[in-house]
């Protein structure tokens, strides 16, 4: 197999979330959010390289064209104008047992947005699992510095590649020229996230990675989940709203944003990072295309934001728990699983069928809740780092 490993260009955009559809279906997001990061973010936080085999499926649009418009009346995940477009979804048992049987070499973290993480989108038909994406693209890679860390130097990398072009060679070629572009940014140390398939973590260490702990990603058939019924009365001093409400007319986010510093804080199993500025949480958490305040949930209690669950969408059918907490003075009363359950809800009404977290394998009181909820282990990761 002849690959080509180049820079990611605009028009790349469709073919590249459709390779990231066929390769971990669980993750969520779309061909808007990823121009939108690459318009947004510094190059030396992220960049991108693109595998294919030239002439595979036609000539490939050459650098410098511009990127295919939006489809006429359909807008991302934050505007959403219809329901699901032109191509039908997956049902939902299929979709979850297809994910224990694929794999790739990931970036570090599962929280969208916080290091960058791209998932796939629900505006192109699903390549089959032995099929090419569009033009040729048979595989990705997302890398970069992680933006909050704590210890200098820190990048990641993150390769999919579509079932039907691993063991050829894809996946290496991407690996080692992710890791030459890390290597120029100054990066001393990458991580990454191997699936634990019997395959994944092998192709990680024989590029020097070493697999330190292990996460969860949990599925929910979200069509027909019994999710618990709304409270019929709050405790008193108790109140469910959504991320404008907090923000008011002032459009201040900070109360949240302080909620989030603490709970990141605190995750099982997360980065040690540093306190971003509230103006760079905002771009790279709650101005991203692809996370929907309009399903995300907080609970207030006497006015003070207590817990919260952030939506993340790809605007036809999946949704990702982008991050569920609660500050620890109010910690314990069951918060961070009444914020959850109300935003699924809203999420089931609004047309979503499918709902995808990940958990580090000791957070025990994540995973309690949402097996609660009805999530069950559809896949297992390892999260793996290498000297550069």
């Not at 944003?257 to 804080?265: L, N, Q, S």
Request: with cysteine; charged share 25%; aromatic share 6%.
């Amino acid at each position: 197999m002849k690959i080509t490993v180049r820079p990611f260009h605009p028009q790349d955009a469709e073919a590249t979330v459709a390779v990231r559809r066929a390769a971990v279906p669980h993750l969520v997001g779309t061909a808007r959010s990823l121009l939108w990061e690459t318009e947004q973010r510094p190059e030396h936080e992220r960049y991108r390289l693109i595998a294919e085999q030239p002439g595979r499926h036609g000539q490939h649009p050459q650098p410098g064209q511009p990127a295919e418009t939006a489809e006429p009346g359909r807008t991302g995940p934050t505007g959403r104008t219809g329901r699901p477009g032109p191509t039908e979804p997956a049902e939902p048992a299929a979709l979850l047992g297809r994910l224990g049987r694929l794999g790739h070499l990931g970036r570090l973290g599962h929280r969208p947005g916080r290091t960058a993480e791209i998932r796939h989108s629900g505006h192109a038909p699903p390549p089959g699992p032995r099929t090419a994406a569009p033009g040729g693209l048979v595989g990705c890679a997302d890398i970069g510095l992680i933006a909050d860390s704590g210890t200098p130097g820190q990048g990641f990398v993150q390769t999919m590649v579509l079932p039907g072009a691993q063991r050829a060679g894809v996946g290496g070629a991407l690996v080692a020229a992710a890791e030459e572009r890390l290597r120029a940014m100054g990066a001393v140390r990458a991580h990454t996230w191997a699936a634990d398939d019997g395959v994944a973590p092998d192709f990680a260490e024989r590029r020097g990675y070493r697999c330190l702990r292990r996460a969860r990603i949990l599925g929910l058939d979200l069509a027909t989940a019994r999710l618990p019924a709304p409270p019929a009365r709050l405790p008193e001093g108790v109140a469910l709203c959504t991320p404008a409400e907090v923000a008011g007319e002032a459009g201040d986010l900070r109360p949240l944003y302080e909620a989030d510093v603490e709970c990141a804080a605190d995750e099982p199993g997360a980065a040690a990072s540093v306190r971003l500025p509230y103006e760079v949480w905002l771009r790279h958490n709650w101005l991203r295309p692809d996370w929907d305040a309009r399903l995300s949930s907080v609970v207030l209690v006497d006015g003070a934001v207590a817990a919260y669950s952030v939506a993340q969408t790809d605007g036809v059918d999946r949704y990702w728990s982008g991050m569920t907490g609660t500050r620890r003075a109010f910690r314990g009363r069951g918060l961070a699983a009444l914020a959850k359950a109300d935003s699924l809800r809203r999420s089931r009404a609004a047309g979503y069928r499918h709902a995808f977290t990940g958990n580090d394998a000791a957070n025990a009181a994540m995973l309690g809740i949402n097996r609660r909820l009805g999530y069950t282990v559809v896949a297992s990761q390892w999260r793996c780092a290498k000297t550069l």
